[in-house]
């Protein structure tokens, strides 16, 4: 029971933070009433947060999944890149690199305090630059595969570990060409 509610309300919790906000002027809504694309804005606008919110439920779901350098599926196990390129490729159908490095080169840059669900937050955990990706599921908090022994989970961005280790933040960009790369992290 407790492994269902925790999705449940971490999906209501992301859904709620993830809804776009409404603060257009009534003259550019006329505008766009005109030429009819208030209702392609709106399908699209549904069409991301519908995206987004199923790739957030989707990392939730392998929570608990064991750490496996190299891995790339939940029979296998993953490593923190491949949990990322899996969780994409599955929920949104966008194939990114293999390695979070190369992962980070393939994403838009965003500020941390641009940060939605299902960006991507990379950090510095073996002294060089975007060594380590997650998924950040809202209010400061991401999911990952963390390291050997360990297992997929949710933490803070918050914690000191974290914040001294954090890297950037990343978007990925629909449109652009899903990238092949080789194996290994």
């Known amino acids: 029971m407790r492994l269902f509610l925790l999705p449940a309300c971490l999906l209501l919790t992301f859904a709620a933070h993830a809804a776009p906000q409404m603060d257009r002027s009534e003259e550019m809504d006329a505008a766009l009433a005109e030429k009819g694309l208030i209702g392609q804005l709106q399908h699209v606008r549904q069409s991301v947060v519908d995206r987004t919110s199923d790739l957030v439920v989707t990392a939730i779901g392998f929570l608990g999944v064991p750490y496996k350098r190299g891995g790339n599926t939940a029979d296998t196990g993953f490593d923190c890149s491949g949990f990322v390129r899996a969780m994409y490729n599955q929920t949104v159908g966008h194939l990114l690199p293999r390695r979070a490095e190369e992962q980070a080169a393939a994403t838009q840059k965003i500020d941390r305090s641009e940060l939605k669900p299902g960006d991507l937050v990379f950090f510095n955990t073996m002294r060089r630059a975007f060594s380590h990706v997650g998924i950040y599921v809202g209010e400061g908090k991401f999911i990952h595969a963390p390291r050997s022994g360990a297992e997929v989970r949710?933490?803070?961005?918050?914690?000191?570990?974290?914040?001294?280790?954090?890297?950037?933040?990343?978007?990925?960009?629909?449109?652009?060409?899903?990238?092949?790369s080789g194996t290994g992290e």
């Open 154 to 180: 949710v933490e803070s961005m918050n914690g000191s570990y974290w914040q001294q280790r954090f890297n950037g933040a990343r978007r990925v960009v629909n449109g652009s060409e899903d990238v092949k």
